[in-house]
């Protein structure tokens, strides 16, 4: 098992910058790829980032391409999620997921933070 907590969020105005962390604690050897997601107030949870934990190999959803970065610090088992020019719309519970690859070549994502709030203000 591989445990999740985010850190990070805020309250921020339109165009500015928020970081986002998430240490991974556990089973951190057996993390495959980590990714973000998001929930809006009355959405459903979207995609937002994935990263390869080993490879760096990265994607991004279309809506946050150009605006945010993930990374991650294998040695401090943790992942990042830079968010700049932020809008209204990015408003949401951020999560983190990992991927420990139990179901490659299918992306799984198994483990799951509690969730950080970010409010973007207009």
């Known amino acids: 098992q591989v445990q999740l907590v985010e850190s990070g969020g805020g309250l921020v105005q339109a165009g500015g910058s928020l970081r986002l962390s998430c240490a991974a604690s556990g089973r951190t050897f057996s993390i495959y790829r980590m990714g973000w997601f998001r929930q809006g107030p009355g959405k459903e949870r979207e995609f937002v980032s994935r990263?390869?934990?080993?490879?760096?190999?990265?994607t991004y959803a279309d809506s946050v391409k150009g605006r945010f970065t993930i990374s991650r610090d294998n040695a401090k088992n943790t992942g990042f999620l830079q968010m700049n020019s932020l809008k209204p719309e990015d408003t949401a519970v951020y999560y983190c997921a990992a991927d420990t690859g139990r179901r490659w070549p299918a992306i799984d994502f198994g483990s799951w933070g509690q969730g950080t709030q970010v409010t973007v203000s207009s």
């Open positions: 990263i390869g934990w080993n490879t760096g190999t990265t």
